[in-house]
T-cell receptor, first 114, second 112 residues
Framework: AQSVTQPDIHITVSEGASLELRCNYSYGATPYLFWYVQSPGQGLQLLLKYFSGDTLVQGIKGFEAEFKRSQSSFNLRKPSVHWSDAAEYFCAVGAQGGSEKLVFGKGTKLTVNP | SAVISQKPSRDICQRGTSLTIQCQVDSQVTMMFWYRQQPGQSLTLIATANQGSEATYESGFVIDKFPISRPNLTFSTLTVSNMSPEDSSIYLC?????????FGSGTRLTVV
């Protein structure tokens, strides 16, 4: 069964610093990988997704993620964090065509210090 | 990608009552997924709903508590039955297609 592990429950960074959020997945077939962000009291917003092709994917708000099949990882990065990036970040794995459920990690809460 | 209309967006309900949540999709989809997000937690799948068959429930969720209807390829309902304060959560429906997964805007349920 597929699963997603986000090892870091809470990360604190200073504004302007770089950010990397870790995500490891377990999936038997070709994974479809996603990163979502959720601000307090808000809905889920898709940051980026990986289906195939270039393993470095660009998303919204200056985020990028790199798919590494050998490490079963899909880490999210941003070179310079803004105070507005403070939120909960979820990594998720699904199937091609949405034919199977999307499984979420437990999330990483990002705090940004001024 | 699909567009989902979910309602109600929020509700406050008395314990012991039931609430039905509706999701309407603007295109035909084979499977719809229902999730629960408890306060401060991630999303957990409740069940997968296929048109014309009974929903498939995840471990820890039962049909008597969360009955699901899927009358056609564009519509589904989730009922939260005999509610208790522990059912206070956000409930979301979702569909998947070749573009990824789309989520409804969610139903924020508070049980008092």
């Amino acid at each position: 069964a597929q699963s997603v592990t986000q090892p870091d429950i809470h990360i604190t960074v200073s504004e302007g610093a770089s950010l990397e959020l870790r995500c490891n997945y377990s999936y038997g077939a070709t994974p479809y990988l996603f990163w979502y962000v959720q601000s307090p009291g808000q809905g889920l917003q898709l940051l980026l997704k990986y289906f195939s092709g270039d393993t470095l994917v660009q998303g919204i708000k200056g985020f990028e993620a790199e798919f590494k099949r050998s490490q079963s990882s899909f880490n999210l990065r941003k070179p310079s964090v803004h105070w507005s990036d403070a939120a909960e970040y979820f990594c998720a794995v699904g199937a091609q065509g949405g034919s199977e459920k999307l499984v979420f990690g437990k999330g990483t809460k990002l705090t940004v210090n001024p | 990608s699909a567009v989902i209309s979910q309602k109600p967006s929020r509700d406050i309900c008395q314990r012991g009552t039931s609430l039905t949540i509706q999701c309407q999709v603007d295109s035909q989809v084979t499977m719809m997924f229902w999730y629960r997000q408890q306060p401060g937690q991630s999303l957990t799948l409740i069940a997968t709903a296929n048109q014309g068959s009974e929903a498939t429930y995840e471990s820890g969720f039962v049909i008597d508590k969360f009955p699901i209807s899927r009358p056609n390829l564009t519509f589904s309902t989730l009922t939260v039955s005999n509610m208790s304060p522990e059912d206070s959560s956000i409930y979301l429906c979702s569909v998947g297609d070749n573009y990824g997964y789309t989520f409804g805007s969610g139903t924020r349920l508070t049980v008092v």
